[in-house]
């Protein structure tokens, strides 16, 4: 390995340089077409890997050095600007190879949007997939604005996919009142306001199970995460969020895959939101790729 590419923040920290050796593939989806208020999403991979530079190596929780795991970072799809059908359909295929080469994919937002192509790709590997979704906001329209294409429907989709049993999500707080009833009427599970004490119950029951999990920074209270489009206040804390990922490491749950969207980074100056996000996916990386 190069050192000048492993630390040059163009790459995520560590980051091996030989696909073919790699347990896990970093991948960025600069998409944020169909967002419902503040766009930028689109820069958050590159930003998060800039970043990353400033990361410590060793994770004290985890008691893992990065560089017990090969991961290679393939850096941004190439999305079409302002074509969402197609941004879908490629991120899809992308998923399809990295499967095919039994690579445990790590995503980086992007819009919410970006995940629900990725659920679908694991699916058809994983029939008995379950979904562990982390969020402020339900994501459970099936549309907006008469657009079926957008950034709160990505969950709907998917529970429409593989069922709402095998959906799961926590530190919803946000959302139409029609979104909770759909939930309840689709056996969905829904932990509002909380994640690490209802994902303590939860984890049990997906025992040996493969999981996919999905985290929208804003998941976190704007104190913690300042940088994302759709903010919104009474979320949970860095620490909380951190503790979460862990519980699910020490879990007997396979995870295999996931992702992390919707960092915004022009609306955080101080650089907050993108350095959490780049803590995160380091716990992710350390915690979940085996």
């Given at each position: 390995?190069?050192?000048?590419?492993?630390?040059?923040?163009?790459?995520?920290?560590r980051s091996h340089q030989n696909y073919e050796e790699s347990q896990a593939v970093i991948y960025g989806m600069p998409m944020d077409?169909?967002?419902?208020?503040?766009?930028?999403?689109?820069?958050?991979?590159?930003?998060?890997?800039?970043?990353?530079?400033?990361?410590?190596?060793?994770?004290?929780?985890?008691?893992?050095?990065?560089?017990?795991?090969?991961?290679?970072?393939?850096?941004?799809?190439?999305?079409?600007?302002?074509?969402?059908?197609?941004?879908?359909?490629?991120?899809?295929?992308?998923?399809?190879?990295?499967?095919?080469?039994?690579?445990?994919?790590?995503?980086?937002?992007?819009?919410?949007?970006?995940?629900?192509?990725?659920?679908?790709?694991?699916?058809?590997?994983?029939?008995?997939?379950?979904?562990?979704?982390?969020?402020?906001?339900?994501?459970?329209?099936?549309?907006?604005?008469?657009?079926?294409?957008?950034?709160?429907?990505?969950?709907?989709?998917a529970a429409e996919l593989m069922g709402g049993e095998n959906i799961f999500s926590f530190g919803i707080r946000s959302g139409m009142?029609?979104?909770?009833?759909?939930?309840?009427?689709?056996?969905?599970?829904?932990?509002?306001?909380?994640?690490?004490?209802?994902?303590?119950?939860?984890?049990?029951?997906?025992?040996?199970?493969?999981?996919?999990?999905?985290?929208?920074?804003?998941?976190?209270?704007?104190?913690?995460?300042?940088?994302?489009?759709?903010?919104?206040?009474?979320?949970?804390?860095?620490?909380?969020?951190?503790?979460?990922?862990?519980?699910?490491?020490?879990?007997?749950?396979?995870?295999v895959g996931c992702d992390l969207v919707e960092v915004a980074p022009i609306y955080d100056p101080s650089e907050q939101t993108a350095?959490?996000?780049?803590?995160?996916?380091?716990?992710?990386?350390?915690?979940?790729?085996?």
């Amino acid at each position: 390995m190069r050192f000048d590419e492993a630390y040059s923040g163009n790459v995520f920290i560590r980051s091996h340089q030989n696909y073919e050796e790699s347990q896990a593939v970093i991948y960025g989806m600069p998409m944020d077409w169909t967002v419902s208020y503040r766009p930028g999403s689109r820069f958050g991979p590159s930003r998060i890997r800039e970043v990353s530079i400033g990361l410590e190596e060793y994770s004290p929780y985890l008691d893992r050095e990065l560089e017990e795991v090969k991961y290679f970072d393939a850096g941004d799809i190439p999305l079409p600007f302002g074509n969402p059908q197609r941004s879908i359909e490629i991120i899809e295929d992308y998923i399809d190879s990295l499967l095919k080469d039994s690579k445990f994919p790590i995503g980086m937002g992007g819009e919410h949007l970006v995940s629900w192509p990725v659920i679908k790709a694991m699916y058809k590997k994983y029939p008995d997939l379950a979904v562990i979704h982390m969020d402020a906001h339900t994501d459970l329209r099936s549309e907006y604005e008469g657009e079926p294409l957008s950034h709160s429907t990505p969950i709907r989709k998917a529970a429409e996919l593989m069922g709402g049993e095998n959906i799961f999500s926590f530190g919803i707080r946000s959302g139409m009142k029609e979104e909770f009833q759909w939930a309840k009427e689709n056996g969905m599970y829904i932990a509002k306001f909380e994640v690490l004490e209802p994902l303590k119950e939860i984890l049990p029951k997906l025992a040996g199970r493969p999981v996919y999990v999905t985290i929208d920074i804003d998941v976190l209270d704007p104190a913690h995460a300042p940088g994302t489009g759709t903010v919104d206040c009474g979320g949970i804390t860095s620490k909380e969020l951190l503790a979460s990922i862990h519980e699910i490491a020490r879990s007997n749950v396979k995870v295999v895959g996931c992702d992390l969207v919707e960092v915004a980074p022009i609306y955080d100056p101080s650089e907050q939101t993108a350095n959490t996000a780049s803590k995160l996916i380091r716990e992710m990386i350390l915690g979940w790729v085996k």
